[in-house]
């Protein structure tokens, strides 16, 4: 397939690059209206328990779970009739949008509810709503809300928070940050390239490939949009996976083109040699990474799912991209690929002579002599490199899940400052905080609502119970019902807490409401049950994931390799690789190192969804390099079969490249460090150490020093495998014949 696709290419390299700008061109325009499709949403799935209970509130009870908050904050305080005149105006314009119910306020409610809407200073108060809808739609109504009703004058404030007001928060912050990140890392990328390659015009190719990589996502995206709901941060993620592996599969394709026109190719059969083996690991590579990062649609949150969607998008449109049209514009630049060098003025800035002609010899290289002192020394170097790997990955024996709130966010965000306020100036709880339970179609009667919520009151934590048989607080009846919380639907009970209901602390009191005996058939809503119900959600398809990453990398590897113990190698390679990564991930997030330097604030547990996307997206691109690494090997232990020799000699020709890549990987990924969302934060500080320490210590030190200790059995498979391979895998032996033959016809 390769050998035609190079053909082609070969022969029509203005057709393919004018298809491909064509292409480009109308990816851009279809893809352009993708970011007003996607969603903000799907950390929740629609089927949980929690999600019904909202939708029941909603439909049956007014929307009495509230899920926005205005703050309103007056030096005069919340009695002050101008601060009182201002918070009335914000009821009545709440009741007056439609999507909006269940409105209450410190000057509206009853007394024993109004003592709650009410800071312990006295200047601070509260209204309180219920916006309808999906995650989506909430936070665009609460940046609505934000723009009508938000006010800084006369020594009155007015914020907002909830939940819809911290969704639409953490939205604009991530669209920000991420736009920030780009214009960093483009640039930044491009001098690497210039550093690597020299040449200013090798330099711009990869550039180029991962522009038309992202716009082909895009438009896939927009695709999506038509069928399913699509998360607006894969869109985010898609312009930065799409340069970095553009640029990872480029880069590759480039060097051995030039290392090729080195060796005395003439430019058409260097580009058919560079397809046949670059363009094949590039093949297996971006299987890998996409293979990985399609598992993520088992999640059933569309949040994951849509990464999915995008990963696999940008992998096949980086891949083709890099395999069809890169070799095209490789044969009408030839040598010109050189060009503008910009090594020869700054060399005769410096006054250096010029560098050595031809390619330089693997033995000659400092990665050849690194290699073979690893390899010199395998024992004590694998031993110590497992070890340290091991040491840095134990913290995360001690992780803790929940899902975040406004803390996320930095203390400049209008949401933020809602949340530090209801959690250090309202005792009395956090409405948006407490856990909802519906008794749906309940028709018994009051006295044993009264005694369920006597009882609930007493759980350690819950300041106070609202029921339709009264307010109760450890265990005693203090006030009346408030209206509205029993219909001829059922009736629901509200539970205050002054715990985070995302973490493991909120989780156990949650455990004790639902240990409560009800009087009927119970549902259980709010924070504490939404967060409990994701992470179940997610626990239940983690093995499945798991293993669909491991059985599908280890087939891919082996129609590679053709052996079962590289396969295995890998694997645990990347487990060790990921194990330090997040062991890193909980010292620095979880437990709060250096969240002085970063610039977070830390709240003791680390937002689930963001490790698995990390776990799929860091086991993609740490196969990537694998397979860049095993290609070269693999080439030489064919033509020599001593393994000693074909991995120094893979290495030598691989490491300046794999490094290279993951530097420039890095820098793409490693912007999302500057964003001020502190899950953003973790993802990218995540990907880059991970990348990083991929490119040097497993695959520099410590897949070396395993290849070496396992010798000839690196190349082993059982008979029945191996004659298996020999009919459906790919052979260096079989692409070296074919691309002899090309060549050959290249020079005649």
Known sequence: MLTRIAGFTTRSPRIVLAT???????????????????????????????????????????????????????????????????????????????????????????????????????????????????????????????????????????????????????????????????????????????????????????????????????????????????????????????????????????????????????????TIRSVQ????????????????????????????????????????????????????????????????????????????????????????TGWYRMVSWVMRHAAPVAIVIIAVLLALGAPFLSVKFGYPDDRVLPTSASSRQVGDALRTQFPQADPVANTTIVLDGYRGDTAAIGSYAAELSRVDGVPAVLSSAGIYVSGARLGAPPPGMATDTGTYLSVATKLDPFSPAGDRQLREIRAVPAPGPALYGGAAAANADS?????????????????????????FTGSVVLPIKALVLNTLSLAAAFGAMVWVFQEGHLSWLLGFTPVGYLVPTMPILMFCLAFGLSMDYEVFLLSRVREEWLATHDNTRAVAVGVARTGRIFTAAAVLMAIVLGALV???????????????????????????????????????????????????????????????????????????
């Open 277 to 364: 083996t670059a363009g094949r690991t590039v093949l297996f590579s971006a299987l890998t990474v996409a293979l990985s990062m399609a598992v993520l649609s088992v999640f059933d949150l569309y949040f994951l799912k849509s990464f999915a969607y995008a990963g696999v998008a940008v992998v096949v449109a980086a891949a083709a991209a890099s395999i069809v049209v890169l070799p095209a514009a490789l044969v009408l630049l030839g040598p010109r690929v050189n060009s503008l060098d910009l090594r020869v003025p700054l060399r005769r800035l410096f006054r250096r002579g010029a560098p050595a002609p031809g390619p330089q010899a693997p033995e000659e």
């Open 535 to 559: 992470l179940h959600a997610l626990a239940a398809r983690l093995p499945l994931a798991v293993a669909l990453i491991a059985l599908t990398t280890f087939i891919v590897l082996f129609l």
């Open 20 to 270: 491909a700008f064509a292409l480009a061109v109308l990816f851009g325009v279809f893809g352009a209206t993708a970011a007003t499709h996607l969603k903000s949403g799907g950390f929740t799935s629609d089927d949980a328990e929690s999600a019904r209970v909202t939708q029941l509130i909603a439909d049956n009870f007014g929307g009495a779970a509230p899920n926005f908050v205005l703050l309103v904050s007056s030096d005069a305080g919340a009695d002050d009739p101008a601060t009182k005149a201002t918070g009335l105006g914000l009821v009545d314009a709440l009741k007056a949008r439609s999507g909006v119910q269940g409105v209450q306020s410190y000057w509206t409610a009853p007394p024993p509810l109004a003592s709650a809407l009410r800071s312990t200073d006295g200047k601070n108060a509260l209204v309180i709503a219920f916006l309808d809808g999906d995650e989506t739609q909430i936070q665009q109504t609460a940046g609505e809300l934000e723009k009508q009703l938000a006010l800084d004058s006369g020594g009155i404030t007015v914020r907002q928070g909830g939940i819809a007001a911290i969704y639409h928060d953490v939205t604009e912050q991530t669209t920000r940050d991420l736009a920030l990140a780009e214009g960093v890392a483009v640039p930044l990328s491009m001098i690497v390239l210039i550093l690597v390659f020299g040449s200013l015009v090798a330099a711009a190719l990869p550039l180029a490939i991962g522009l038309f990589a992202i716009l082909a996502t895009l438009a896939i995206l927009r695709l999506f949009t038509l069928f399913t709901d699509v998360s607006i941060y894969a869109l985010n993620m898609t312009t930065a996976m799409g340069l970095a592996l553009a640029i990872d599969a480029s880069l590759f394709i480039v060097s051995r083109f030039r290392e090729e026109l080195g060796n005395g190719l003439d430019t058409t059969a260097a």
């Open 674 to 748: 500057t964003s001020k969302v502190s899950f953003m934060q973790l993802l990218g500080l995540g990907l880059t150490l991970t990348v990083l320490a991929d490119a040097t210590i497993i695959r520099g030190l410590l897949a070396p020093a395993l290849m070496r200790l396992l010798g000839k059995a690196n190349w082993w498979a059982p008979e029945p495998l191996a004659r298996l391979h020999a009919k459906i895998g790919l052979t260096e032996g079989e692409e070296s014949t074919a691309s002899r033959t090309l060549e050959g016809a290249g020079r005649a």
